[in-house]
């Protein structure tokens, strides 16, 4: 989406001092385009691109065979979610205000079309929010998964390396630490 700021007061500048100066000949309009947002992930090295469609389709090769394509999962999901927010929400932002210009009836004064375009573009960004919580359910559901399956495989690891040192079962012959092993033994270790 391109954007285009007009200078202010294009005939004649005002500066902070308060003086006033000659309008500036070379005053054009200033032209950017917003950054599109590229995610990557660092080991597979695929970008997720900031255009919806692209993103829908990415979204649609993922096969789900590792942790990894969860993870991409979610991340492309939460961009999704990202995108749509802020589209919804900028064009019910635009709408609300194209229908608060409609004057109506002369005795109304246009007051009954600002309320009436209030109302409307309240539907649109209760989309957007939905679209918010699309993309956090995303985000969420990975969470649950590193919670519920990865943190405990790591910590069976954990227990299972910690247990190597000892010898598990039944033996014979060890002495206890601190007590004496043997009748006759007392003392000598």
């Avoid at 200033?30 to 997720?48: A, F, Q, V």
């Avoid at 692209?54 to 993922?62: F, N, S, V």
């Avoid at 079309?113 to 679209?131: D, N």
């Avoid at 590193?146 to 598990?168: L, N, T």
Wanted: aromatic share 6%; hydrophobic share 40%.
């Amino acid at each position: 989406m391109t954007l285009c700021r007009l200078p202010v007061a294009p005939h004649r500048r005002v500066r902070d001092r308060g003086e006033v100066t000659a309008p500036d000949p070379s005053a054009q309009p200033l032209i950017w385009k917003e950054p599109t947002p590229t995610m990557s992930d660092s080991d597979s090295g695929e970008k997720l691109g900031s255009n919806l469609s692209q993103l829908i389709q990415q979204l649609e090769k993922i096969e789900f065979t590792s942790d990894r394509d969860l993870y991409q999962y979610a991340r492309i999901l939460r961009a999704i979610g990202m995108e749509l927010h802020m589209r919804i929400g900028m064009d019910a932002d635009m709408i609300g205000a194209i229908l608060a210009q409609y004057k109506g009836k002369w005795w109304t004064f246009g007051a009954q079309s600002k309320i009436r375009a209030k109302l409307v573009a309240a539907h649109l960004k209760g989309g957007a929010s939905a679209a918010k919580v699309l993309g956090l359910s995303g985000i969420k559901m990975y969470a649950s998964f590193v919670k519920h399956f990865i943190q405990p495989e790591i910590e069976a690891e954990r227990k299972a390396r910690e247990g190597k040192g000892k010898k598990p079962g039944f033996s014979i012959g060890d002495k206890p630490k601190g007590a004496p092993g043997r009748p006759g033994e007392a003392g000598a270790a």
